[in-house]
């Protein structure tokens, strides 16, 4: 078996900026997703911030699972301890933050470990489970039974995180841990997916697209699209896949490390807001 991943990340056809960034490193069994919030582009900083702090602090897996979650917590903190500085240093940031949600593997054992809104899931047989619980405001609600999820959906504050990393105080992470079975598939995204495409339907385009994890990511982004693309949307997906014998030369995928969203000059927005003014933070 071997590990597949594919990450892409999209501005989505609404917002000037993309504030998300991904990181995926197969070979060091490392991948990851933040969201950035944050006026006039602030929020790109702070996710790129977060996706560096995980780079750094994990050079290489540790063969110990106390170690990894050591690390998980020690990438969180200096996710958000760098993120705080930069406001300091720099007060036209100031606001600015991110979520994170991550996936840490070392030989048949992943890690979860997520602050925020961006979501993980397992896709394993026939059934997607969401790993992660929304840090939110609306989820909050729902768990106490105030709001119903299709009302969450379409709540005005559900884009209010409850978690976030920028604020410098300590902030602690979920975090999940299992053992690969062949066939499992595990999604990451931003909530510019979640929002957009429902599980049943990630699901069949997962399932659909079989091994070919880059088609999968490209059909949900494109779902995402579809489906309004009111915020950046970005996805990895990772699965264990059957090594072929002949696969040896190019395990390498063309998009490994941390990838930047591309330019968006590409396609109009549906709907511009003028804000559109670049961060110098
Ligand atoms: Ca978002």
Redesign the pocket.
């Known amino acids: 078996m071997k590990l597949a991943v594919h990450g892409v990340s999209d501005r989505g056809l609404v917002r000037p900026h993309n504030e998300?960034c991904l990181l995926v490193e197969p070979d060091r069994g490392l991948f990851a997703v933040a969201?950035g919030m944050g006026g006039h582009a602030a929020g790109e900083v702070a996710s790129r911030l977060a996706i560096e702090a995980v780079r750094e602090v994990f050079e290489e897996i540790p063969e110990e699972g106390d170690e990894v979650i050591a690390r998980i917590q020690a990438a969180i903190e200096r996710a958000n301890r760098n993120i705080a500085e930069r406001i300091l240093s720099q007060p036209e940031c100031r606001g600015m933050g991110t979520t994170l949600v991550m996936c840490v593997t070392r030989d048949d054992r992943f890690w979860v470990a997520h602050v925020g809104d961006s979501r993980a899931y397992l896709l394993r047989g026939d059934a997607i489970r969401q790993l992660t619980t929304d840090h939110s405001f609306v989820n909050e609600l729902v768990r106490l039974g105030m709001l119903s999820r299709e009302e969450a959906a379409r709540d005005p504050r559900r884009n209010v995180v409850t978690r976030a990393l920028g604020s410098g105080a300590p902030v602690a992470p979920d975090i999940y841990e299992d053992r690969w079975r062949a066939g499992d598939r595990l999604l990451l995204c931003?909530?510019?997916l979640n929002t957009m495409v429902g599980d049943d339907e990630i699901l069949r385009i997962v399932r659909e697209a079989g091994d070919d994890v880059g088609r999968a990511v490209d059909e949900l982004v494109a779902a995402a699209l579809a489906g309004g693309g009111e915020?950046?949307v970005t996805v990895v997906l990772a699965a264990m896949v059957p090594r072929a014998e002949t696969d040896e030369q190019d395990d390498q995928p063309e998009d490994t490390g941390v990838i930047e969203p591309p330019e968006p000059a590409e396609r109009p927005l549906a709907r511009p807001d003028g804000e559109d003014a670049p961060a110098d933070c």
């Open positions: 998300d969201d931003s909530d510019g915020d950046n």
